[in-house]
């Protein structure tokens, strides 16, 4: 029986691009602490080797951890982007006026994070993560504390 667009139609309507419900920033939280790891990782490499660091060796490893960082930082920023734009709404700002300002910033650490060695900047991620968190379960309602896995 062929489909009658005029008489057929199907509304479906879902708060986000996957209705799930489920959103935590426990996976932004990896994402970072792998970013800190791996800066901590490549800026001891860089001084056990002090000025030999043209072996393929080096290189390889350095490579590896860089890639690692970028993917990461990369994998940081899109869940909280999706916190961000997915999971808060209208009442949250009236709760947390910085809200914007908050995801903002952690957002732009992503990026810094990415195309820098900077156990600073790395730090400062893990702090606005740890705010998040500490954010996303205060509008839930619900005490969950901050565990990193490393």
């Known amino acids: 029986m062929p489909f009658d667009t005029n008489e057929d139609i199907i509304v ?4 986000c691009d996957g209705p799930c419900g489920v959103y935590d920033p426990a996976s932004a939280r ?6 800190q790891s791996m800066t901590k990782k490549m800026v001891a490499l860089a001084e056990s080797h002090g000025s030999d660091c043209g072996t393929a ?13 970028e993917e990461e930082a990369h994998k940081c920023k899109s869940e909280l982007l999706v916190l961000w734009t997915d ?7 009236e709760a947390v006026p910085d809200l914007h300002n908050m995801f903002w910033q952690a957002a732009k650490l992503c990026s810094a994070c990415k195309v820098e060695v900077s156990e600073v ?29 490393s």
């Open 12 to 15: 479906a309507e879902a708060h």
């Open 30 to 35: 990896v994402a970072a602490e792998a970013v």
């Open 57 to 69: 060796s080096y290189i390889n490893t350095m490579s590896r951890y860089a890639a690692i960082k």
């Open 87 to 93: 999971f808060f709404k209208p009442q949250h700002l």
């Open 121 to 149: 900047h790395a730090q400062e991620l893990m702090d606005a993560v740890e705010n998040i968190h500490n954010v996303f379960w205060q509008v839930k309602g619900r005490e969950v504390p901050w565990i990193r896995a």
